[in-house]
């Protein structure tokens, strides 16, 4: 099966995105936060901890899974013109769309488990300092790769391509 050749974009937009992507999430996590707390009537934030990151965690994979489902895009990738297709420059299914939100998580997963085997997940300077390492470091995997894609839409056999809005006619 051979790759189409759809433009891909740069990694600095990619990251531009996730980070828009981040600021909108605060917003969604946020709303969901909330309503766990008042569903489970949760009164201080150890109450139900890992409860509410189960909880947040299934939020963004339905938001996710469901963004990429039906047009490729979230609002982040839709502001920077970023799609994600298949090898095939098809949509996602819901399967594969879940498989890519899990698989996404290779992004924190190796700096927050060398946080938690060194024994500094009570240092909130040592969490961020490694998140940004590892976050930078992921990026940087991608110039490895011929189409500069990251490694989970490798593993998922998907691609993020430009998807620039059609030219409005007067």
């Known amino acids: 099966m051979n790759e189409p050749q759809l433009p891909p974009p740069g990694i600095g937009r990619r990251m531009a995105s996730f980070v828009y992507e981040g600021l909108l999430l605060f917003g969604v996590l946020f709303v969901a936060g909330y309503l766990y707390s008042a569903l489970t009537q949760q009164r201080n934030a150890m109450q139900g901890q890992h409860g509410l990151q189960a909880f947040l965690f299934l939020v963004l994979g339905i938001y996710f899974s469901w963004f990429w489902s039906?047009?490729?895009?979230?609002?982040?990738?839709?502001?920077?013109?970023?799609?994600?297709?298949?090898?095939?420059?098809?949509?996602?299914?819901?399967?594969?769309?879940?498989?890519?939100?899990?698989?996404?998580?290779?992004?924190?997963?190796?700096?927050?488990?060398?946080?938690?085997?060194?024994?500094?997940?009570?240092?909130?300077?040592?969490?961020?300092?490694?998140?940004?390492?590892?976050?930078?470091?992921?990026?940087?995997?991608?110039?490895?790769?011929?189409r500069r894609q990251f490694l989970h839409d490798v593993i998922c056999r998907t691609q993020l391509i430009t998807q620039r809005p059609p030219v409005r006619r007067p």
């Open 70 to 146: 039906h047009g490729g895009q979230t609002v982040a990738m839709k502001a920077w013109h970023l799609r994600v297709v298949d090898l095939d420059g098809q949509p996602l299914g819901q399967g594969r769309a879940a498989l890519r939100y899990l698989l996404s998580w290779l992004w924190f997963m190796p700096a927050l488990a060398s946080v938690y085997l060194l024994g500094l997940n009570h240092s909130t300077g040592a969490i961020f300092g490694s998140l940004i390492a590892g976050v930078l470091g992921y990026a940087l995997l991608a110039r490895l790769h011929p």
